[in-house]
Structure formats: structure tokens, C-alpha cells
């Protein structure tokens, strides 16, 4: 079942093509697809709860230590927090890399390692929680091939458990296929100038988002999104970002419920940045988050 579409994609996406501006050069993940959208309608919404955020690199192999700490959380921690270490060289090596060993407020674990020594273009990474063997995962990543991205995961005590996608520019064009459990999810997205729309097949072509992106200016961009099927049938956003004014990031947003969010992050300082959000819901009133990132 996955020949089939696996051959047909990669047959198209090798014809000859003309040169046109790309946004990168190697395609984006396939979850990744509709990323400029996401980054308007999505990213830095603080708008529930409180959080400080540091982020200190040490002269240790310059490992990196990153604290996420919940402020007056609901349960009876009232800072929970989250520690993730990153170490590009753990103990001098530099064949792999522990990409995250994280720690959260329950003391559960997080492993994450990679190299990109095996094999050039090749990426591999296995991922734990230090606790389940059952639960640990197989992955490479190979961009070999010019324009191509392609990424499988499997379970390690379970290989028939695997998740696989391709993604390739074809000129101004992005697409992407992605096989898990059985079946396959479809995307294409396309960037000319200003200008960014992609479409998104799931659940065997019974769900698909749709996601456009235009960039008014070097410093307004807009964007809005659909769902049409699926659980989140009818669901929709539409938003803009500004960021004119010197170190200010300023976004605002409405949803399908006709709830409204709007975020400012302020970078005060290098290395010291608030973020704050608010939302207004018909049903739940008025929300209200911030953050501070020091790094």
C-alpha cells in the first residue's frame, strides 16, 4: 500500500524543474508544512497562566541547561518544573550527541540522541524514558538526495510499528507524504513572492486543513487556516503579526468561536524577554498569561 504512492511521488518531484526563490533549501518536515501560518496563528499565545524560562550555556562541552518553571500551579506543587539538558559533546565525544535529557515535575525522563557522523546526509536518533524498553524508538533522517527529506521512526521492540514521510521542493512547490498506522497523509504547499498557501490530507482524505500566509510588508504578515472534516471540522483562525516597532512583536488573532487573542513580546534587553498574552472568551470571560524568558 505504500509503494504505490511513495514511487508516485518521487517520480514527480524528480522531473525537470525551473529555478524559482525558495524559502530554504532542504523541505520542511511534513508537520511542518503549513509552518508559516503556524508561526502567526499559533506561536507565543501566552494567554493562560504564569512561567519563567532560562536558558544558560556552560563551559562544559557547551552542554545547555534549560529551566521551564510553572508559577502558582493548580495541583499542590506550586512551581512545577522542567529541566532539559542539551549536550553537544557529552564527555568530549563527538560522535553523538544527547540532543535532550529532560526531567519534568513528575520525575519522569526524556532521552533523545543523535549523530550525523554514521553516514553523510544520514541523521540518526533514539529516543527513551529511561524506564520502558518497550517504549524506545529508532529513527534516521536522510537528506542525501538534492531537494528530498526523508525521516522514518520505528519502535525498537516493535518494528512493524513504523512511521515513514518523504518531503521535496519542486520549484516553488512542497510536497509531502506520510505513512503511519496504516495510512497515508497528503500535503502540498506552495510560496511565490509574498505569498503562501498549503493543503493537508488526513485520515485517509477524510480531514484536511487548508492554511494561507501573505506578507504585507517586512513587517505585517497574515494568515488563516481551515479544517474541513475530521474532529476539528469547521474550526478556524485568522491573524496577523506586526513587528515595527523596535524589539516589539505584536499578534492578534480570532477563532471560529469568535474568542479573540492578542500576545505582545517585548525584547527589553538581549536576553530578557516578557511575553504577554490575554484572551477573550464569550463563555469563559477573560484570560491572562505572561512569560519571561532570560537567556
Known amino acids: 500500500a505504500l509503494d504505490f504512492p511513495l514511487a508516485l ?30 508561526e502567526v496563528l499559533d506561536d507565543d499565545y501566552k494567554t493562560s497562566g504564569y512561567q519563567f524560562k532560562a536558558k544558560q550555556k556552560t563551559s562544559f562541552n557547551d552542554a545547555v541547561l534549560s529551566t521551564d518553571v ?20 557529552p564527555f568530549g565525544c563527538t560522535f553523538i550527541a ?20 554514521v553516514y553523510p546526509g544520514l541523521k540518526v536518533k533514539i ?16 537528506t542525501g538526495l538534492k531537494d528530498t527529506q526523508v525521516i522514518v521512526d520505528t519502535k525498537v521492540s516493535n518494528p512493524q510499528d513504523v ?3 518523504v ?14 498506522k496504516g495510512s497515508p497523509d497528503f500535503a502540498v504547499s506552495f510560496a511565490e513572492g509574498p505569498l503562501f ?13 487548508f492554511a494561507a500566509h501573505y506578507k504585507a510588508s517586512p513587517d505585517v504578515r497574515c494568515a488563516a487556516n481551515y479544517s474541513y472534516g475530521g474532529k476539528a471540522n469547521g474550526n478556524w483562525s485568522l491573524g496577523a503579526t506586526y513587528s515595527g516597532l523596535k524589539g516589539v512583536v505584536a499578534k492578534a488573532k480570532v477563532q471560529q468561536d469568535m474568542s479573540v487573542s492578542c500576545s505582545m513580546k517585548y525584547t527589553a534587553i538581549k536576553g530578557f524577554t516578557p511575553l504577554v498574552g490575554l484572551k477573550y472568551d464569550q463563555s469563559k470571560g477573560v484570560g491572562f498569561g505572561l512569560q519571561l524568558s532570560i537567556e
Open 9 to 38: 511521488l518521487v517520480s514527480a518531484a524528480a522531473a525537470p524543474q525551473r529555478v524559482f526563490k525558495r524559502l530554504s533549501k532542504m523541505p520542511a518536515k511534513f508537520d511542518d508544512i503549513t509552518k508559516p501560518a503556524k
Open 70 to 89: 510553572d508559577l502558582w500551579g493548580k495541583d499542590a506543587i506550586v512551581t512545577p518544573a522542567k529541566l532539559t539538558w542539551k549536550l553537544p559533546k
Open 98 to 117: 544527547v540532543d535532550k535529557l529532560e526531567l519534568d515535575k513528575t520525575g519522569g525522563l526524556k532521552l533523545e540522541a543523535i549523530s550525523d557522523k
Open 127 to 142: 529516543t527513551s524514558d529511561c524506564k520502558d524498553p518497550a517504549k524506545i524508538t529508532a529513527g534516521a533522517t536522510y
Open 163 to 165: 512511521s515513514c514521510e
Open 167 to 180: 518531503t521535496r521542493t519542486q520549484g516553488p512547490a512542497t510536497l509531502g507524504l506520510k505513512y503511519a
Open 197 to 209: 498557501g498549503a493543503a493537508v490530507a488526513k485520515e485517509s482524505f477524510a480531514a484536511f486543513t
